[in-house]
């Protein structure tokens, strides 16, 4: 089993530009969600998907979107992008409620922007 | 607001000697703490995750302790390895509300030879 990946590993932006950055995890996971780390700071959440079909705003969802697209996949987009915005960002998943199960993150891509 | 200090913010050590980090917070009522270490660039990989009826937990030379009472955890490593050098993270989700969990910044431990 790969667990989670992510792609890009790297990525670098100019300020305006968008992306969209790829998450899945082949563990049959119901739950996705995407962080970003900067440094310095702990991780922070920025979108959730509880379960196929739902999603909910983080701690600092403003300037992203995300789609889970399937059970697997869980994508998350930048539409305009700002050097706010240049951090690590993690995507993890797990079995149901973090207040239960564990979660399992993914090797991150580093984003930059200009 | 939520909040996981962790201390000390950095520490080195000689490789077999045994170290203790620590974790503070206010995150109340919460439904577990978890200990994760976090190689350079990779992602956080979970170590231990206590309950909080639970006050200690043990994987393999890692063992973390729990006082709910006083909101305050440790992580021990035990005749520490090179391997050792990492990022541990402290992390606590709450019980209701939210349920978004709180990362602390992590304590980078190096293990020198």
């Known amino acids: 089993n790969a667990g989670v990946t992510q792609t890009p590993k790297f990525q670098v932006l100019k300020t305006g530009q968008s992306m969209t950055l790829q998450c899945a995890q082949d563990m049959n996971h119901n739950s996705m969600y995407w962080y970003r780390q900067d440094p310095g700071m702990g991780l922070r959440l920025i979108y959730y998907s509880a379960s196929e079909g739902t999603t909910d705003k983080g701690e600092v969802p403003n300037g992203y979107n995300v789609s889970r697209l399937n059970k697997r996949e869980f994508s998350l987009r930048l539409e305009s992008a700002a050097p706010s915005q240049t951090s690590v960002y993690f995507c993890a998943s797990s079995e149901g409620s973090v207040t239960r199960y564990e979660q399992y993150f993914g090797p991150g891509t580093r984003l930059t922007v200009t | 607001k939520n909040q996981v200090e962790q201390s000390p913010q950095s520490l080195i050590i000689l490789e077999g000697k045994n170290c203790t980090l620590q974790?503070?917070?206010?995150?109340?009522?919460?439904?577990?703490l978890r200990w994760y270490k976090q190689d350079t660039g990779r992602g956080p990989v979970s170590l231990t995750i206590?309950?909080?009826?639970?006050n200690t937990k043990s994987n393999g030379r890692y063992t973390a302790t729990l006082d709910a009472d006083t909101k305050q955890s440790s992580l021990h490593i035990t005749a520490s390895q090179l391997s050792d050098s990492a990022s541990y993270i402290c992390v606590v989700t709450p019980r209701g509300g939210s349920y978004i969990p709180t990362f602390g910044r992590g304590t980078s431990l190096i293990v020198h030879p």
């Open positions: 974790c503070n917070y206010t995150v109340s009522p919460f439904s577990n």
């Open positions: 206590m309950t909080f009826s639970e």
